[in-house]
């Protein structure tokens, strides 16, 4: 009964593997970027970026269809674009930065659909906004894996300045160059990586993946690396789970990864040993006898 339910899927069918390899790699690379985009107070930049991407993706699709790797090339240009554009609008205008990327963010929304959906199809552009992680072949599994492997390598390199300015924002400002070369270091692996999560769950829903298990290991640790470890397994088990949900019900598999994500948020929210309700509860009423 068990293994009809919750492995027989898997076993015998090759998209089921395929989106579950996926997903299983694209945790290792979001969730880490996740973490520190939410200990360092960007959630919502991560939303922006994910929809900055959009022209990019829809110049690619213009221009190869709906090739991978001309969709990743168009999008990381774009991404890259709209971070630097912000920022330096931010620097040269009395503009903060998160509006600035707001309203580069729309733009930038509303230009892909255009494109999209003047010459592409209703399908087409469902998929490039919500994904379709059962349909992923072996090059778009090769992109994700090469994305994850860079993103990790990069998470090493620059991982002691990112846990300073996470404990302390403005310690980078003082190291100069090299503060500013690990900033920009992490927004480029936020870009790489919402480029991999575009392709299992599109555009809009791509920052899924990255912001809610991050958000579900802070109610559980507080510790950066314990962290790190539980939003990994988070990303990987909502994979698992939004899978066996996408198949079971005939939905699509984004939507359905990113709802078990945020079922299991809710559920930390409540039971989290970290600052979860029920653990304040019981310390309230404990120091109120």
């Not at 069918?13 to 107070?41: K, N, T, W, Y």
């Not at 240009?77 to 503009?95: N, P, Q, W, Y």
């Not at 993103?151 to 846990?163: F, Q």
Request: glycine share 10%; aromatic share 8%; net charge neutral.
């Amino acid at each position: 009964m068990i293994y009809n339910a919750l492995i027989a899927p898997f076993a015998e069918q090759d998209f089921m593997r395929r989106g579950l390899a996926s997903v299983i790699v694209l945790a290792f690379g979001v969730a880490p970027v996740g973490v520190f985009l939410m200990l360092r107070r960007m959630s919502l930049m991560g939303d922006a970026m994910s929809h900055a991407i959009l022209p990019g993706v829809a110049a690619g699709f213009l221009l190869s269809g709906l090739n991978r790797f001309a969709m990743s090339i168009g999008g990381l240009i774009a991404g890259l674009v709209v971070a630097v554009l912000s920022g330096v609008v931010a620097r040269s205008t009395e503009m903060k930065e998160d509006a600035s990327l707001a309203v580069f963010y729309l733009v930038s929304l509303a230009l892909g659909v255009v494109i999209v959906s003047a010459y592409g199809s209703d399908l087409d552009l469902l998929e490039i906004l919500f994904g379709n992680i059962q349909t992923l072949d072996q090059s778009g599994l090769m992109l994700i894996t090469f994305n994850t492997t860079l993103s990790l390598i990069v998470v090493a390199v620059i991982y002691r300045p990112l846990v300073i300015e996470c404990v302390d924002p403005l310690f980078l400002r003082t190291m100069g160059r090299a503060g500013a070369a690990a900033h920009l270091a992490f927004l480029a692996l936020v870009v790489i990586n919402l480029i991999s999560a575009f392709h299992a769950l599109g555009t809009l829903l791509a920052v899924g993946l990255m912001i809610l298990p991050a958000a579900i290991a802070r109610f559980w640790s507080r510790d950066i690396s314990a962290i790190i470890a539980i939003a990994v397994l988070g990303a990987a088990v909502s994979g698992y789970f939004g899978l066996l949900a996408a198949f079971y019900m005939n939905v699509p598999a984004g939507p359905a990864i990113v709802l078990v994500a945020g079922v299991v948020y809710f559920l930390s929210m409540f039971l989290g040993p970290a600052g979860g309700i029920l653990r304040r509860v019981i310390t309230r009423g404990h120091l109120e006898a």
